[in-house]
């Protein structure tokens, strides 16, 4: 990522949160007045007086902890500081300084990094000067007072963080293929992360709902550059009881629609639920890639067919995404992760794919003719021609007499004949059928 990078730290429940939500114009990172909502970085992209520029949210550091979760928030932060050209260190003004905030300014003075201080919830400017003053001692020169919920003096600030990025940090328009990995808890999704990138980067626990907002993770793989977007798991709505986890269900899903392919990830051993049906739905509606990925195949017991019969019944059970591949994999033993990539390539390829309105009419012709269109007292559905009008998903704009005889399974037969004839694995293909009139 070439963007310069911005870093938010702090203690947990100072407002880290509710700052990049105002910085970037939504709510992307959770809010919610708990401490240690936000378990892992979330990354975004936003600009300034023009200026772009990526933005991480971290976890509260809390840097004597023997708590597991904690810890490895933690390291998520040390890792963002690391990644980050300007750090902003954020402490609450309405507590005032405390020990806390002194372990992570020494944390943030071994980083060698430009780290600019600012005291949030300063609720009343009147308070603004008598609430910083304490935060002079931890040495990161004059603070700035801001109150993000009010959004006070949040313009200086962005001034100050814009004037400190490097300036030999020159923006990037290369498109990246982003892929979502999403699925229910606890089958893998942060682990395929983690083992595709070569690090720790979000947090892997046996306790399902441990990532809860999506995470966007640049990455490279045989000179192609990609986000992997790590999703938290997607439960059934009567098993989501927390205002934080419907917060993360909600991220789940605009993560879905924000990503290019969709990676739906199932435990092998308990194969494919009602719940991984509707998650697939979610990237079929939404005119995404889509590939099912078979984790932990190393626990399951092989005959002669074992992989050729588990595809066949994911495939009857997903029959409205059968154009999906399946990929057979083991995070844990790391084997064929990397093909996930590889066909995830191949798969925004065909999301890509135009074909010509001479070759898709010879195609409609010919299916035509092997097979007669449907037809209702009397009157037999007619097709005229057909254009390729828009990609990413395939869209095709076919024109006919009467809408009302154009019957799914016809348009199922046109759709396969098309898939017959050009490589649309792993993408749906979407129709607009336009009545001409005077003729029904």
């Known amino acids: 990522m070439s963007k310069p990078i911005l870093a938010i730290v702090g203690r947990p429940n100072v407002g880290k949160s509710t700052f990049f939500n105002r910085i970037i114009g939504e709510r992307r990172a959770i809010v919610e007045d708990v401490p240690g909502v936000t378990r892992d970085r979330i990354y975004a992209e936003t600009e300034w007086n023009s200026k772009e520029f990526a933005i991480i949210d971290t976890g509260g550091i809390e840097v004597n902890t023997d708590d597991t979760i904690h810890a490895q928030m933690r390291d998520q932060a040390v890792m963002a500081m690391d990644m980050a050209d300007v750090i902003v260190f954020m402490v609450d003004g309405k507590e005032g300084l405390t020990t806390?905030?002194?372990?992570?300014?020494?944390?943030?003075?071994?980083?060698?990094?430009?780290?600019?201080?600012?005291?949030?919830?300063?609720?009343?400017?009147?308070?603004?000067?008598?609430?910083?003053?304490?935060?002079?001692?931890?040495?990161?020169?004059?603070?700035?007072?801001?109150?993000?919920?009010?959004?006070?003096?949040?313009?200086?600030?962005?001034?100050?963080?814009?004037?400190?990025?490097?300036?030999?940090?020159?923006?990037?328009?290369?498109?990246?293929?982003?892929?979502?990995?999403?699925?229910?808890?606890?089958?893998?999704?942060?682990?395929?992360?983690?083992?595709?990138?070569?690090?720790?980067?979000?947090?892997?626990?046996?306790?399902?709902?441990?990532?809860?907002?999506?995470?966007?993770?640049?990455?490279?793989?045989?000179?192609?550059?990609y986000t992997l977007i790590d999703t938290a798991g997607l439960r059934k709505k009567s098993k989501v009881h927390d205002n934080i986890e419907k917060y993360s269900v909600i991220r789940a899903v605009a993560a879905v629609e924000r990503c290019d392919v969709c990676i739906l990830m199932i435990d092998a051993e308990n194969g494919l639920t009602e719940q991984d049906k509707k998650i697939a739905g979610i990237a079929h509606e939404a005119g995404k890639g889509l590939m099912i990925v078979v984790n932990k195949w190393d626990l399951i017991e092989k005959e002669t067919n074992t992989m050729r019969d588990y595809e066949r019944q994911i495939k009857a059970e997903l029959l409205f995404a059968s154009y999906a591949p399946c990929l057979f994999i083991s995070v844990l033993n790391k084997q064929r992760v990397f093909d996930v990539i590889r066909k995830a390539a191949v798969i925004q390829e065909n999301r890509s794919q135009r074909i010509t309105t001479g070759k898709l009419n010879n195609i409609i012709e010919d299916a035509v003719m092997m097979r007669q269109p449907p037809q209702d007292k009397g009157k037999r559905l007619k097709i005229y021609y057909g254009a390729q009008i828009g990609v990413q998903p395939p869209l095709f704009s076919i024109n006919i007499n009467n809408r009302e005889l154009m019957h799914f399974s016809y348009s199922r037969y046109i759709e396969n004949k098309i898939r017959e004839a050009y490589d649309f694995e792993g993408t749906s293909i979407k129709f607009i059928f336009n009545e001409k009139k005077g003729d029904r």
């Open 100 to 225: 806390a905030d002194r372990e992570v300014a020494t944390m943030l003075r071994r980083t060698g990094k430009e780290v600019i201080l600012v005291v949030n919830k300063i609720d009343v400017p009147s308070r603004l000067y008598e609430d910083i003053y304490d935060f002079y001692e931890l040495g990161f020169g004059e603070p700035i007072g801001i109150s993000s919920v009010n959004m006070l003096n949040l313009g200086d600030l962005l001034d100050r963080i814009v004037e400190s990025f490097p300036s030999d940090k020159t923006d990037d328009d290369e498109e990246t293929t982003k892929i979502a990995i999403i699925g229910k808890p606890n089958v893998g999704k942060s682990s395929l992360v983690n083992c595709l990138t070569g690090e720790k980067r979000v947090i892997v626990s046996p306790i399902a709902g441990t990532t809860r907002d999506s995470i966007d993770t640049p990455f490279e793989f045989e000179d192609n550059k």
